[in-house]
Nanobody, 113 residues
Framework: QVQLVESGGGLVQAGGSLRLSCAAS????????IGWYRQAPGKVRELVAS???????NYADSVKGRFSISRDNPKNTVFLQMNSLKPEDTAVYFC???????WGQGTQVTVSS
């Protein structure tokens, strides 16, 4: 079982950047695809980016070209580099496997206009 803890959120102005980190524990991490999800107030949680164990990436159309997901398997960490942030990116961001069961607390990202 993989356990994941998110960090790196904060308050940033529109056009700014943030880098989120997802620290994983569990021996199966390197074999799992990992996704970054977000949930804005009053909206359903959505998958914004994912990365396979081999490094293949996928992005939601809303973040394509602005966000970049990467992973450091020896350090059991997945990153989400977020550039050109927009107010509509404001949400709580979570990392999880692509078959999530339990959720962590996430990390808050707030983008001011």
């Amino acid at each position: 079982q993989v356990q994941l803890v998110e960090s790196g959120g904060g308050l940033v102005q529109a056009g700014g950047s943030l880098r989120l980190s997802c620290a994983a524990s569990g021996s199966t991490f390197v074999f799992r695809s990992i996704g970054w999800y977000r949930q804005a107030p009053g909206k359903v949680r959505e998958l914004v980016a994912s990365i396979s164990s081999g490094g293949r990436t996928n992005y939601a159309d809303s973040v394509k070209g602005r966000f970049s997901i990467s992973r450091d398997n020896p350090k059991n960490t997945v990153f989400l580099q977020m550039n050109s942030l927009k107010p509509e990116d404001t949400a709580v961001y979570f990392c999880n496997t692509l078959t999530p069961t339990n959720w962590g607390q996430g990390t808050q990202v707030t983008v001011s206009s």
